[in-house]
């Protein structure tokens, strides 16, 4: 069977839900970029960014004091060693090298954190794409230095007011942007999200994590791990590393969602919790109320903060090739200082999520190899954690 | 009445299509029907009612504004069915829907149709379900004889326009820019170019939406097409009047006048 088949489906999840004039759009991008796949050119031009600009191949590393500490043998996959500090630069690079061979001149994009925002600012200064940025505003105002990092780079960054101001408004607002721009803008969507052909473009991109780590590990352990585990928000680092592991079906594959408050409280959680629905341009499950209206997402990991998910994880979720668990933002901050006071690794809030999933896992799975996405770096994060480690103390003394 | 009976008439009277816009439970739930009964009185020749969703992707700053009030006065798509069941004797126009999907599939496609079926709902357009999503939705459409209104684009290629009018009943809705809802400028000899082509197409009527705000965009457009839609030009009048005295009979003046009547 073919992943996603012609018309862009995972089984029934994917397709296109998009008005009419976005169809066209689509249909672009979806034949530059098949006749692109195919190109010697383009790879070559694609590896030599990912090796010589970005840092690929990153690092397979086995975390000894983490184990120790565990009882099961943890190797970390070091994307947050990659130029901007996490795995979006892969696909910003691929998109950025697609819109070039389409001939644009503009590159716009929808950021959460800004880690997708700042990796695309990044690539459009490399590749000279201008590029608008959109931002909700109440993200804006929670992340002011990676609005300053993409503004230093040369980005616009336009204010998202509509809706609840955060991600998902963001991206209504790219798409919204793009429809009226379409000749010369191409929309670099962050995450395995949103109307084919971006579930399958971004996962081929970020594809490249799984298909070093399965090298990796044959060379270091001469056999396959027995689980992976990845965070999912949007979604596109576990695709990354999970995709090229499909077939081998011993190998487990877990993606962690993001419990925020708890499970009964506002999260993010939407392969656990959420219903199958229609949103952003594609049949996925969704948070959404009993009307189908879309519910707002929190996480304390901003990039996990999304009332979406992609199509591909909801087929793994129903044809149980993938199992979903969940960390809530206490835990997410426990794993984040067990791996650095262990290791000397500083882990995203969201890689904070697969790194605190862990504890979980180590309970039943003892002496077992796990190979874990660590997908992006936490400096940007010592603010959010060092606010939640404030509370937390007041919180005590009284 | 339904949206063939409706085209006839008009056909024979030499007349077009004057199609209003208004997202139910804008400025509140229960100004819905004044609103729709103005409507009529002024002279619009179908209404098409909005169902409010979160992420309105087609919609201009106009529009979305409107729907976020309707959301917070906890509009759902039940209450439109109860107004409109209860308007189905005052109101002698065509009724149609537009919505996005999400709402209707957790609403159930059976149970929205039989629902629209019952309100006398001929007519539904779903903003983001093109024609390649839409064999189920069309055949249950099918089922309940309601009319499914597709869009062309300035942009649709020759091919798929044939499969569009194909799936299409009603009206076609040509999308007049590549862009969202809300005011604009025209170019309106390649409006018409775009039209005409269209037109070879398909014998069913065309009518044209997306941005069409003016007394003169009404008449010239209307000259080379079978209908305008006015939509977000109303919902800002609307928003601007409500809470003005003597509101319904200003939007009467207002219609009227947008329709070159007043």
Redesign the interface.
């Known amino acids: 069977m073919k992943l996603p088949d012609n018309r862009g489906y995972f089984g029934e999840f994917g397709g296109k839900f998009v008005p009419e004039t976005i169809s066209y759009c689509l249909e672009e991008v979806e034949r530059v970029y098949h006749k692109q796949k195919k190109s010697k050119v383009f790879k070559k031009e694609l590896d030599f960014y990912l090796k010589e600009y970005a840092g690929r191949p990153t690092l397979l590393y086995y975390a000894e004091n983490l184990s120790k500490y565990l009882g099961m043998k943890v190797y970390l996959k070091r994307e947050d060693l990659l130029h901007t500090g996490a795995h979006k630069i892969n696909n910003a690079l691929g998109q950025g090298l697609l819109a070039k061979a389409m001939g644009k001149k503009r590159i716009i994009a929808e950021t959460g954190a800004g880690q997708h925002g700042v990796a695309v600012a990044t690539v459009c200064s490399l590749l000279g794409f201008k590029c608008d940025i959109f931002m909700g505003q109440e993200d804006i105002e929670r992340q002011s230095m990676n609005v300053f990092r993409m503004k230093v780079l040369g980005a616009k960054v336009i204010p998202v007011t509509t809706g609840s101001c955060t991600l998902k408004d963001a991206c209504n607002e790219a798409f919204r942007d793009w429809v009226t721009n379409v000749s010369d803008t191409h929309y670099l969507l962050g995450s395995c999200l949103g109307p084919h052909p971006y579930p399958l473009i971004v996962r081929d991109f970020q594809s490249v994590i799984g298909k070093e780590a399965r090298v990796q590990i044959l060379k270091k352990e001469r056999r396959l791990p027995d689980y992976l585990v990845a965070c999912v928000g949007g979604g596109s680092n576990a695709i990354g590393l999970f995709y090229p592991f499909y077939k081998d079906k011993k190998v487990k594959l877990i993606g962690v969602e993001a419990a925020g408050f708890g499970l009964q409280s506002y999260n993010a959680a939407t392969l656990v919790k959420g219903k199958i629905g229609v949103f952003q341009g594609t049949m996925s499950y969704v948070l959404q109320d009993s009307q189908g209206q879309i519910k707002n997402a929190h996480s304390i990991a901003p990039g996990l903060d999304y009332p979406g998910v992609g199509p591909e994880h909801s087929f793994y979720k129903d044809t149980k090739r993938a199992v979903y668990g969940t960390v809530t933002d206490k835990e997410a901050i426990e794993g984040f200082k067990m791996l650095s006071e262990l290791e000397g690794i500083i882990p995203a809030l969201e890689s904070s999520h697969a790194i605190a999933y862990l504890r979980k896992l180590s309970k039943k799975a003892k002496n077992r190899l796990v190979l874990v996405c660590l997908s992006g770096r936490g400096d940007k994060d010592l603010d959010i954690v060092r606010q939640a480690q404030i509370s937390a103390d007041t919180k005590k003394r009284r | 009445m339904r949206l063939k009976e409706k085209f006839n008439q008009l056909k024979k009277k030499g007349k077009k299509a004057f199609i209003a816009y208004i997202p139910f439970g804008f400025p509140d739930i229960k100004s819905t029907k004044g609103i729709c009964l103005a409507l009529q009185e002024a002279g619009a020749d179908i209404i098409e009612v909005g169902i409010p969703?979160?992420?309105?992707?087609?919609d201009?700053?106009i529009i979305?504004?409107a729907t976020?009030v309707a959301?917070n006065k906890g509009a759902?798509?039940s209450m439109i069915f109860e107004a409109m069941e209860k308007l189905k004797k005052s109101l002698k126009i065509p009724v149609m829907l537009m919505s996005?999907?999400?709402?209707?599939?957790?609403?159930g496609r059976e149970r929205f149709f039989g629902r629209m079926k019952k309100a006398g709902i001929g007519a539904v357009t779903i903003?983001?379900?093109?024609v390649?999503?839409s064999l189920e939705y069309k055949k249950t459409a099918e089922k309940f004889d309601i009319d499914t209104i597709?869009?062309?684009?300035p942009?649709?290629?020759s091919k798929?326009i044939s499969k569009?009018a194909k799936a299409s009943r009603g009206f076609i809705y040509y999308?007049s820019v590549?862009?969202?809802t809300g005011p604009r400028d025209f170019n309106y000899s390649s409006l018409k170019k775009h039209i005409d082509i269209l037109k070879k197409k398909t014998s069913l009527p065309v009518c044209v939406g997306f941005g069409i705000h003016t007394k003169k965009q009404v008449k010239v457009i209307s000259s080379f097409s079978d209908g305008v839609i006015v939509g977000s030009e109303i919902v800002s009048f609307i928003a601007a009047n409500h809470s003005k005295n003597d509101f319904l009979k200003k939007l009467k003046k207002q219609i009227l006048s947008l329709k070159g009547d007043g």
Not at chain 2, 127 to 130: C, K, R
Not at chain 2, 150 to 153: E, L, P
Request: no cysteine.
């Open positions: 969703f979160s992420d309105p992707l087609a201009g700053p979305q504004q976020t959301l759902t798509i996005y999907y999400n709402p209707i599939l957790q609403f903003v983001d379900l093109p390649e999503e597709f869009f062309v684009t942009v649709t290629p798929r569009i999308v590549t862009g969202i």
